[in-house]
Each structure stands twice: as structure tokens, then as C-alpha cells.
């Protein structure tokens, strides 16, 4: 069991930067892949944003995001962490890490076995 707690979010103005992290607690986060996904009001779906792997080797990003956003982790410190910048009205969100056991990393939010609370991050124009 991993329980993950999302920090860091908050209102920015546009071509802003936050960082974003998330803490986990519980055996074996340092073998689980991570993702970052984020839901908009009205928004059905969470959508994908960001993943690492379990060793940080690989990162994937939503399109959107490439560019500005940089996932990263610290194994040691069982966090994970979203820097992003030049932020954007459109960015404003709900932001969700999630935890995925295992060794394939998803971009999609389905075979994610653990979720954060969420956190909200607004961008004003």
C-alpha cells in the first residue's frame, strides 16, 4: 500500500512557475513508475501530464506540457516532483500523482493502482 500526498500548488499568473510534489509513504516506491495527471472543472477524465519510471530513466509528457514541464524523482527521499513553467491559463487544474507498480509506464490513467488527494493549481491570465 502507497498513500501519496501532493504539495506545492497554488494561484500563479500566467508565464509562471510551480513546482509541484508528491510524497509517498509505504513499501516500494522507489520500483513503482509515477505520473502526474490533472483534471479541469467539467473535465470527465483525468488527463495525462507527465510520467518517470521507477529509476528515472524515462520520462513521458503530454504535448501540451513538453517543454515546460519537467518530472523528476528522488528515490531516496520517496517524492516525486512536477516543475513547471511558463504556465498558462489553460494549465489551471486539479493535479493528481498517481503510482503504478508495474514495470511498463503508462499515459493513460487506468493501470495507475494509487492516487493523491489532488491539488489545485489556477493560472490567471
Known amino acids: 500500500q502507497v498513500q501519496l500526498v501532493e504539495s506545492g500548488g497554488g494561484l500563479v499568473q500566467a508565464g509562471g512557475s510551480l513546482r509541484l510534489s508528491c510524497a509517498a509513504s509505504?513499501?516500494?516506491?522507489?520500483?513503482?513508475?509515477m505520473g502526474w495527471f490533472r483534471q479541469a472543472p467539467g473535465q470527465e477524465e483525468r488527463e495525462f501530464v507527465a510520467a518517470i519510471s521507477w529509476g528515472g530513466g524515462s520520462t513521458y509528457y503530454a504535448d501540451s506540457v513538453k517543454g515546460r514541464f519537467t518530472i523528476s524523482r528522488d528515490n531516496a527521499k520517496n517524492t516525486v516532483f512536477l516543475q513547471m513553467n511558463d504556465l498558462k491559463p489553460e494549465d489551471t487544474a486539479a493535479y493528481y500523482c498517481?503510482?503504478?507498480?508495474?514495470?511498463?509506464?503508462?499515459?493513460?490513467?487506468?493501470?495507475?493502482?494509487?492516487w493523491g488527494q489532488g491539488i489545485q493549481v489556477t493560472v490567471s491570465s
Open positions: 498517481a503510482a503504478d507498480s508495474s514495470i511498463v509506464v503508462y499515459t493513460n490513467a487506468g493501470p495507475y493502482d494509487y
Open positions: 509505504g513499501r516500494g516506491f522507489s520500483s513503482y513508475a
